[in-house]
C-alpha cells in the first residue's frame, strides 16, 4: 500500500516513520500553530545563514565546521532574547539564581 506524500515536509508520514524507526520523538505540536518550534526554525536559520549551504568534502569536515561554529554560537555570539548574553553565559546566570 503507498501512501501519498504530504507538503508539509516536517508532519510528513515519511519523516515520522523515519523518527519512530530511530526512536526520536518529534518536537512538533500542533500543526497550523505559528509558534510551535520557532526557537529550533531561528537556530537552523542562524545556522544556514552564518556557515551557508557548503558542499563539504566528507561528512568528518562537515562536523567539524558545525561544531566549530556551535562553539561560537554558545560562547561568543550574543543573543538579544536573553539580554546580549551568550547562551553559556545565561545558562550560568539561570543556575546561579536558581542556587540563590
Given at each position: 500500500m503507498?501512501r ?10 515519511q519523516?515520522?516513520?523515519?523518527l519512530?524507526e530511530k ?6 505540536g500542533?500543526v ?12 537552523f ?5 552564518e ?12 562536523r567539524?565546521?558545525?561544531f ?15 539580554g ?17
Amino acid at each position: 500500500m503507498h501512501r501519498p506524500i504530504e507538503l508539509a515536509q516536517y508532519t510528513s508520514g515519511q519523516f515520522r516513520t523515519a523518527l519512530a524507526e530511530k526512536k526520536i520523538r518529534p518536537s512538533v505540536g500542533r500543526v497550523g500553530s505559528c509558534y510551535d518550534n520557532a526557537v529550533a526554525e531561528a537556530f537552523f536559520a542562524t545556522l544556514k545563514t552564518e556557515i551557508g549551504t557548503t558542499i563539504w568534502p566528507t561528512r568528518a569536515t562537515a562536523r567539524q565546521d558545525v561544531f566549530t561554529w556551535l562553539h561560537y554560537y554558545n560562547h561568543h555570539r550574543l543573543h538579544s532574547t536573553i539580554g546580549q548574553n551568550t547562551p553559556a553565559e545565561a545558562r550560568t546566570y539561570y543556575r546561579q539564581a536558581l542556587a540563590a
